[in-house]
């Protein structure tokens, strides 16, 4: 049943909820922009039916990604219902981020890394869909080439800073 709903679903490429502008120093216009555009053509093929679940998920997680984002805050932190869990699952927000890094730092080629609304770290390698995301972060190279050249270290030390906190609340509080 799921898959056939699936079939007949109209995916919908989402509003930025910031400007195109907002997200600099950690995310450059530039791209912004180019992921906007390649998530765009995510959305576009799922609705054509043009590539199957790769399209499909593509779409969804980068709905997920760019929801996520607000205007840089050097001292941004969780709150609320994220802080509770990570801090449950963690012991510290700076435990959370070193071990969230490492994560991603170690993935192998392109994909995702992400916080489950559990508290759990884990990986996707190339897209999937899963339905439990808290936190996402992209891992293929065009959400951070253009603007760290091969410096993926501080592509994720810096997506720190425009983490929604809110929106990352409202997922887990949804999902409870």
Do not use: C
């Not at 449950?88 to 489950?116: L, N, P």
Request: a positive charge; aromatic letters at 14%; zero cysteines.
């Amino acid at each position: 049943l799921d898959k056939l709903l699936e079939e007949k679903a109209k995916y919908t490429q989402i509003t930025l909820p910031y400007g195109r502008t907002d997200l600099k120093p950690v995310m450059s216009k530039d791209t912004l922009d180019y992921h906007y555009k390649l998530y765009k053509g995510y959305v576009d093929k799922a609705n054509r039916r043009k590539g199957g679940d790769f399209q499909i998920a593509g779409a969804f997680l980068h709905s997920l990604y760019f929801a996520q984002f607000k205007k840089p805050s050097s001292s941004n932190k969780p709150t609320d219902s994220a802080l509770e869990l990570i801090n449950s699952k963690h012991g510290t927000f700076d435990k959370f981020q070193t071990k969230f890094e490492e994560t991603a730092m170690a993935i192998e080629g392109s994909g995702w890394v992400y916080m489950d609304t559990s508290g759990n770290i884990k990986t996707i390698h190339h897209h999937k869909k899963i339905n439990n995301i808290a936190l996402v972060v992209d891992w293929w190279e065009h959400s951070w080439a253009l603007d760290y050249k091969a410096d993926k270290a501080s592509y994720i030390m810096n997506t720190w800073r425009i983490i929604n906190w809110g929106v990352i609340n409202d997922r887990i509080n949804s999902s409870a």
